[in-house]
């Protein structure tokens, strides 16, 4: 079955610093999305994408954040300078225009900011 | 706001009953209604969608009901097994799924099968 894959699995960085989550989603989906979920929180919609533009964004996804498509396969996800509370597990996940078959989720990166 | 509202405290029940989990909603219209399944460490993973004008939908062990006037839905697992353990998520959309549309998921349900 086809997957959404995302490294890495686990990231750790210094507040101020910048990090970029990757994904691959499913190659014949057309649309993209990143969302977070803080420890013991629910899942949060940050951003999706569409034809290489980003369709809606949250509150949360502020400047601090951006989303690339650089090739036919990967997505990225950028945070340029981290804060504390940008810790959290970020989800990529992937649809196609047949709604009924739901969004296909990736593992996550679960970054860890200190 | 909008709220969605699922049972917080984690449901225990006997491997072979069935399973009842409620998602709650207020301030929100959605047009679709969508379960998932997570397990601890891991991303969400699909299992029914159903629509507002549908009432039921099945699949396999599976039942999802979804009362608009109520702005409630139920989620049922038959002859629940301990590998159906894990939490469930009930997540809102008010434009079609096959579209750029996001999700606003509820906070989750865990549900501990024992034998």
């Known amino acids: 079955e086809p997957e959404v894959t995302q490294t890495p699995s686990h990231q750790v960085t210094q507040m101020g610093q910048e990090v970029i989550l990757r994904c691959v989603p499913i190659s014949n989906h057309l649309y993209f999305y990143w969302y977070r979920q803080i420890l013991g929180q629910k899942v949060e919609f940050l951003v999706s994408?569409?034809?290489?533009?980003?369709?809606?964004k949250s509150e949360i996804f502020d400047d601090q954040f951006s989303v690339e498509r650089p090739d036919g396969s990967n997505f990225t996800l950028k945070i340029r300078s981290t804060k504390l509370e940008d810790s959290a597990m970020y989800f990529c996940?992937?649809?196609?225009?047949?709604?009924?078959?739901?969004?296909?989720f990736g593992s996550g990166t679960r970054l860890t900011v200190v | 706001s909008q709220k969605i509202e699922q049972n917080s405290e984690a449901l225990n029940i006997q491997e072979g009953k069935t399973a009842t989990l409620t998602c709650n909603y207020t301030n929100y219209s959605p047009a679709y209604l969508q379960w998932y399944r997570q397990d601890p460490g891991r991303g969400p993973v699909f299992l029914l969608l159903?629509?507002?004008?549908?009432k039921e939908k099945r699949k396999e062990r599976l039942k999802v009901t979804f009362d608009t006037t109520l702005k409630q839905s139920l989620f049922h697992i038959t002859a629940s097994q301990p590998a159906d353990s894990a939490t469930y998520l009930c997540?809102?959309?008010?434009?079609?799924?096959?579209?750029?549309?996001?999700?606003?998921f509820g906070t989750g349900t865990r549900l501990q099968v024992t034998l």
């Open positions: 996940a992937s649809s196609s225009d047949r709604g009924s078959y739901g969004y296909t």
């Open positions: 159903i629509r507002e004008n549908e």
């Open positions: 994408f569409y034809n290489n533009e980003i369709s809606e």
């Open positions: 997540a809102l959309t008010n434009r079609y799924p096959g579209t750029a549309s996001k999700l606003t």
